[in-house]
């Protein structure tokens, strides 16, 4: 791939949330909600420098596509050994964790992203969608209905089930 | 009828004796068999349990190398060396590299990780101060990451919990083995478990003596007997022991029998440790393998088989150099050894070292792992043969921690005048963002595998404990801020048994009302005690739980000063919580487990629990950071700029017998506690003791700035310091405090007040200053 950092960045979070909204495992016992299509256009995020990161969450995102879900995860963790305060590497794990059905894992994970994500509202944004989704699973529908006002709150749209 | 009847009477009268002697016979008989069934169990299961097995391998964790990566062309040499990596010229072969100032060309070896196997490749590094600057492999083309081989920081049983060199009877030095027959067993390869001779010979020669001068133990007796090392030494023992050589010989082929011998022996104790086997008390004595030892040093070993403690040659040197060479003489009758060779031999002294050398490179983090591994995996899997550890630890780190470490409390010893050797000291590092453990130094001697400080001594924290009192307070923004004026006034707090506990500053002063960020800045005991006892004792304590420590703590106000122990470690998951933003991340050792066969055992997964409101921990940090800018950790800049922004915290204990520090910088987490082991008076002050050792080391191990972007939710605005109110950028002394968003004070100081001062808080506004 040859395009520029910040559009490689907004496929991958755009494809991240497509991850979510299809991919979701539902829960034994319970109806899944019919699946949502992400068809917001990418998320802008401040492109970043460090190509060794970058080489790491595209790896992760092509193991999580095939559904190695721990490969996806270890590349994750890699990356985040070189970049511990990167807001956006905490919000892929809390996506990938959501992916395995890790419902508490995911919502810390996308807390602790959001802790980072200082100025940067569509990410805010992401991870409330995630919170959101992961207390729907969990049964949880106050908080659930809660972190959804969230994700309106920092500009997204729970509309077409993405973020814009 | 009698006459009749006695010969009917009579059969029945026989049968009764046979069958009374019989069943009493058969029974014993049947007992014996069962007894006996029952010995061969019990030996079959010693016996396996202590055979050859493969050791599991441990990795420290991989060097990363990606352009822009802080690592200096000297610090990536080390690594390189500590690979055993050769430095050769113009040859790409795996394993070398070439170094010309600032350029390192390396190639690679292959590694097979437990995620995906890294090729060999060969990598020209070039670098532009400290940081890598270009990453170039031989055809051209850049590489964005390259992840090294591992380092294998050491060899491990896990599922035996002890340290072992187990060695193959193969690997051991042909002497060794000839010459321990010739001198504990000559017949052991034609008895059947004892030798019939050798007691014999025993027994004259003790009652010529009248005292047991002799044992006409087989190597097979001795075995049995180790297994059971509680020196019982009764009859029925030894006929117990007699009966198991016998089973075990019926079992197992002589030279397995053999090697189990020559790993399992007694050989000597070092304090709480017993050193079983040649292979451990070749390095515990001589610090090399077995089979690099001389023939005069395999002769104390085997001479040492008899009484490793009377013949302990750092303890009793005449003594095991006499009987050192009273092996030697046999060793040239049975004709081992040339008498030429003997004679160079003895003149050799006994060559132990003078302080007990450990296998171990890194005892104290090994100890880490050890109970890591049996906390979190099945013991049946720990029992597998040939598993690969992967760990945390970053040589690197760990290795400048030990050096600087020692040398440090050195110098503190010098400084005070205090005996060489009395202080003492732990150390642990861990990584900001995932709680992974860096480095851990148990004290000053690093290769002593013994008491390790740094996970089991329980000390008083004393101050280290305030920023739970103040992280408590700041998680109620609506009543507490940064801003919030204390009082630093005496005070006396009567417990439920009518005792009056009166805590004073370590200044003996009172400072009268104080903003809440210098009171723990300058740790100020009275504020803090005010302060905690305001909220409560137990709202602390959910703190401090919250933050990771997991013991009962009494809910005593003295728990407000840190009146409680504890240990290194545990302090360090305390201030990882904090570094972490409020997120805590349980403290590991370990990243994975992977069988021999390359299977993953269970992969220990990065987690974090939100533990604390992220926007009060930042608070925290930043007064934190104000304690190194200009409190009690100000000597700090010693060692690491002020531009680092380190945050941290000074913690002394009474009549100075625990000095701590505890802090952080963007990338690592560090605790330091120096004490004496005695729990005597140590000299020194957090500040100026453990701080001088915890900048040392990050100063030597070169650390990332701690620059925070603040949680959302935060607003920057000026204070007063005098009173606590909203000042402007121009007043004098105004500082820039951060606020959970809508808790900053509203009403102005004085010098914000008036018309002057509303026309300058709107040009304030308009500069964009209250951001």
């Known amino acids: ?164 | 009828m009698p006459i009749r009847r006695s010969p009917r009477s009579k059969r029945p009268q026989r049968r009764l004796l046979s069958a009374a002697v019989l069943w009493p016979v058969l029974l014993l008989f049947g007992l014996a068999i069962a007894y006996t069934f029952y010995l061969d169990h019990i030996i079959r299961v010693k016996f396996e349990g202590k055979r050859w097995a493969l050791p599991a391998y441990v990795y420290a964790q991989p060097l990363e190398l990606y352009v822009g990566v802080r690592l200096s062309a000297g610090q990536f040499e080390r690594e390189l060396r500590m690979l055993d990596y050769q430095p050769v010229a113009g040859v790409e072969r795996s394993g070398s590299y070439e170094r010309h100032g600032d350029d390192v060309r390396v190639t690679t070896r292959p590694f097979q990780f437990w995620d995906n196997r890294e090729e060999s490749v060969t990598v020209d590094v070039h670098y532009s101060g400290d940081t890598v600057a270009t990453l170039v492999a031989a055809d051209g083309t850049a590489l964005s990451l390259l992840r090294m081989e591992p380092v294998v920081i050491g060899r491990i049983y896990p599922a035996h919990h002890e340290d072992r060199i187990l060695v193959k009877l193969s690997e051991v030095p042909l002497l060794l083995r000839q010459g321990l027959l010739a001198v504990e067993d000559r017949h052991f390869y034609s008895h059947w478990g004892l030798d019939p001779r050798a007691i014999a010979r025993a027994l004259w020669a003790d009652l010529r003596h009248g005292q047991i001068v002799q044992g006409g133990s087989t190597l097979t007796q001795q075995l049995v007997k180790n297994f059971f090392l509680d020196n019982e030494r009764t009859l029925w023992r030894k006929l117990n022991e007699a009966m198991m050589s016998v089973l075990l010989e019926m079992h197992y082929p002589k030279d397995d029998i053999l090697e189990t011998y020559m790993n399992e022996i007694y050989l000597g104790q070092d304090r709480e440790r017993a050193i079983h086997g040649f292979g451990l008390a070749s390095h515990f004595y001589f610090g090399t393998p077995l089979e690099k030892l001389a023939p005069q040093q395999i002769a104390l070993l085997i001479g040492m088989v008899k009484g490793p403690s009377y013949y302990d040659p750092r303890r009793h040197p005449q003594r095991a150099l006499r009987r050192r060479n009273l092996v030697l003489d046999l060793m040239v009758q049975e004709q081992l050894l040339s008498a030429d060779q003997t004679r160079q031999a003895k003149l050799q002294p006994l060559g132990v070292t003078v302080e007990a050398q450990s296998i171990a490179v890194h005892p104290a983090f090994l100890d880490l792992v050890q109970r890591q591994l049996s906390r979190d995996y099945r013991e049946e899997d720990l029992r597998s043969e040939g598993l690969r550890i992967f760990t945390t630890m970053d040589p690197l780190v760990q290795t400048t921690a030990e050096e600087v470490f020692a040398r440090r409390l050195v110098a503190l010893e010098r400084q005070r005048g205090l005996k060489q050797g009395s202080l003492e000291g732990a150390m642990v590092v861990t990584s900001v963002s995932g709680g992974e453990v860096v480095a851990v130094v148990g004290g000053r001697e690093p290769r002593y595998a013994g008491f390790d400080r740094a996970l089991d001594a329980e000390r008083q924290v004393g101050s280290l404990i305030k920023p739970a009192v103040y992280l408590t307070a700041l998680s109620q923004p609506q009543k507490y801020t940064l801003a919030s004026m204390l009082n630093d006034e005496p005070l006396a707090i009567s417990s439920d048994g009518g005792q009056v506990w009166q805590p004073a500053n370590y200044d003996r002063m009172t400072h009268g009302p104080v903003p809440l960020h210098s009171a723990l800045a300058h740790s100020y005991n009275l504020a803090t005690v005010g302060l905690g006892m305001a909220l409560g004792v137990p709202k602390v304590l959910d703190t401090l739980h919250a933050l990771g420590i997991e013991r009962d703590i009494n809910p005593y106000p003295a728990m407000l000063l840190g009146s409680m122990s504890l240990t290194p470690i545990e302090v360090a998951q305390m201030y990882q919580t904090i570094a972490g933003g409020g997120f805590r991340t349980p403290l590991r050792a370990i990243r994975d487990v992977v069988s021999a066969q390359g299977e993953p055992l269970k992969r220990y997964p990065l987690q974090v629990v939100q533990a604390a409101d992220p926007v009060a921990v930042y608070l925290l940090t930043t007064a934190l950071q104000e304690v190194v800018a200009s409190g009690t950790g100000r000597s700090l800049t010693r060692f690491l700029s002020a531009d680092l922004h380190i945050a941290g915290k000074t913690g002394t204990t009474d009549d100075l017998r625990d000095s701590w520090f505890a802090g952080f910088s963007g990338d690592r987490v560090g605790v330091v506690w120096v004490g004496r082991d005695d729990n005597e008076a140590a000299g020194y002050t957090g500040a100026g003791g453990a701080m001088q050792v915890w900048g040392d080391v990050f100063a030597a191990i070169g650390v990332q700035p701690l620059n925070i972007d603040p949680p959302p939710g935060v607003d920057w605005e000026w204070i007063d310091p005098k009173d606590g109110l909203r000042a402007l950028a121009d007043c004098s002394g105004a500082v820039k405090l951060p606020f959970s968003r809508g808790s900053a004070p509203m009403d102005p100081a004085p010098c914000a007040q008036g018309l002057s001062g509303a026309v300058r808080r709107s040009l304030d506004w308009l500069k964009g200053g209250s951001q």
């Not at chain 1, 991240?16 to 016992?29: E, Q, T, Y």
């Not at chain 1, 209905?145 to 920092?154: N, Y």
Request: glycine fraction near 10%; charge should be positive; include cysteine.
């Open chain 1, 1 to 164: 791939m040859r395009l520029p950092t910040g559009w490689r960045l907004g496929i991958l979070i755009a494809f991240g949330l497509g991850v979510i909204a299809c991919s979701v495992a539902p829960p034994v016992g319970e109806v899944p909600p019919p699946p949502q299509e992400a068809t917001a256009p990418p998320p802008v995020i401040a492109p970043h420098g460090n190509p060794a990161v970058l080489a790491l969450l595209e790896s992760a995102q092509s193991q999580q596509q095939a559904g190695n879900y721990e490969q996806a995860a270890a590349a994750l963790e890699r990356a985040l050994r070189l970049e511990p305060r990167n807001a956006m590497l905490w919000h892929r794990l809390a996506q990938v964790r959501l992916s395995q059905g890790q419902w508490r894992n995911a919502i810390d994970f996308a807390a602790k992203s959001n802790s980072l994500a200082g100025g940067e509202r569509k990410l805010q944004a992401s991870n409330w969608l995630v919170i959101a989704q992961a207390k729907e699973r969990q049964g949880d529908r106050e908080g659930a209905q809660a972190a959804r006002a969230r994700v309106e709150a920092t500009g997204g749209t729970l509309s077409d089930g993405g973020v814009e």
